[in-house]
């Protein structure tokens, strides 16, 4: 079994940070791509930042040059950090990974159980 296990979210004043991190663990073989997605209340999930084994990230147009992502590949670590925060982008965030639990598996989609960002005066 894999588990996504997200960490770092709270309430920020507009302007602030907050740095999110997640941990894969379990059987895993391989972990093709890592990144965050985000839902608000009556929208739809939306990818904020991937990043690919090799480190290439992209990033959603809304948070360029506001928010990093980087990963750990040791240690199946992937971490946000988001600055700059305004009031939209207040969401649950959540981990998502694309893994190979072992060798010749088909990778597959495993998500976090989601953490709160509230971006608020």
């Known amino acids: 079994q894999v588990q996504l296990v997200e960490s770092g979210g709270g309430l920020v004043q507009p302007g602030g940070s907050l740095r999110l991190s997640c941990t894969a663990s379990?059987?895993?073989?391989?972990?093709?791509?890592m990144g965050w997605y985000r839902q608000a209340p009556g929208k739809q999930r939306e990818l904020v930042a991937g990043i690919s084994i090799g480190g290439s990230p992209n990033y959603a147009n809304s948070v360029k040059g506001r928010f990093s992502i980087s990963r750990d590949n040791a240690k199946n670590t992937v971490t946000m950090q988001m600055n700059n925060l305004k009031s939209e982008d207040t969401a649950v965030y959540y981990c998502?990974?694309?893994?190979?639990?072992?060798?010749?598996?088909?990778?597959?989609?495993?998500w976090g159980q989601g953490t709160q960002v509230t971006v608020s005066l």
């Open positions: 379990g059987m895993i073989f391989s972990i093709t791509a």
């Open positions: 998502n990974a694309l893994i190979r639990q072992y060798i010749g598996d088909r990778a597959q989609d495993y």
